[in-house]
């Protein structure tokens, strides 16, 4: 390794490979914090959706969220969130929580499914079932986003059917900055 400082930045270049390439470039922006850590848990309810087959009607009421709650104030220019969370939920296993950590640099998506795709006939597949859970900072204020849609099953007998999402708890430490 060689490190060359001038001029106000640093870098470091790696010399035991062919070529030397930079590993280290203090003019690259890098990620200041500005608070952190943000520890805590926040939990998404249960969601129900429900479809009752008759043989004069077919009702369903499907949930569609997609909120988003204010956590905490943070710095005025925080602009990115990392850090990492931990999904679970109680009782039966649903989606990909209680599997360890993961990046909360992005969007979670916690369930994925589609909604009986053998009755929907060829070429007439949806996805209309997602659970996907964001922590964000906007205007110096750290989110969590919440956008979750799904539809009980379809059938083609008379009944009362349901999809059930198990309430979701993220237990969370948080960064929260800005890359100068």
């Known amino acids: 390794m ?6 106000g930045s640093m870098v470091i270049t790696d ?6 390439p930079t590993v280290f470039d203090s003019d690259e922006r890098l990620f200041h914090v500005t608070n952190g850590p943000i520890t805590g ?14 043989s004069t009607s077919n009702t ?10 204010a956590m905490v104030s943070v710095h005025a220019l925080a602009t990115t969130v990392r850090g990492q969370f931990f999904a679970s939920v109680s009782g039966t296993q649903f989606g990909v929580s ?6 909360a640099s992005g969007t979670y998506v916690h369930y994925l499914g589609p909604n ?7 070429g007439n597949v949806s996805m209309p079932n997602i ?10 204020v750290l989110y969590f986003h919440e956008r979750c849609r799904i539809d009980a099953p379809r059938s083609v007998s008379n009944g009362t059917y349901t999809r059930t999402l198990p309430g979701v708890t ?9 890359f100068t």
């Open 98 to 103: 209680n599997l360890g950590w993961f990046d």
């Open 170 to 178: 993220l237990q969370y430490s948080l960064y929260v900055g800005t």
């Open 2 to 7: 060689t490190l060359l400082v001038e001029a």
């Open 41 to 54: 848990s926040i939990t998404a309810p249960q969601r129900v959706a429900v479809r009752t087959i008759t």
């Open 60 to 69: 369903h009421s499907f949930v569609d969220v997609d909120t988003a709650t």
């Open 131 to 140: 659970a996907a859970y964001t922590f964000y900072v906007s205007g110096g």
């Open 116 to 122: 009986n795709a053998a009755l929907g006939g060829a």
């Open 15 to 20: 010399d035991t490979v062919s070529g030397s």
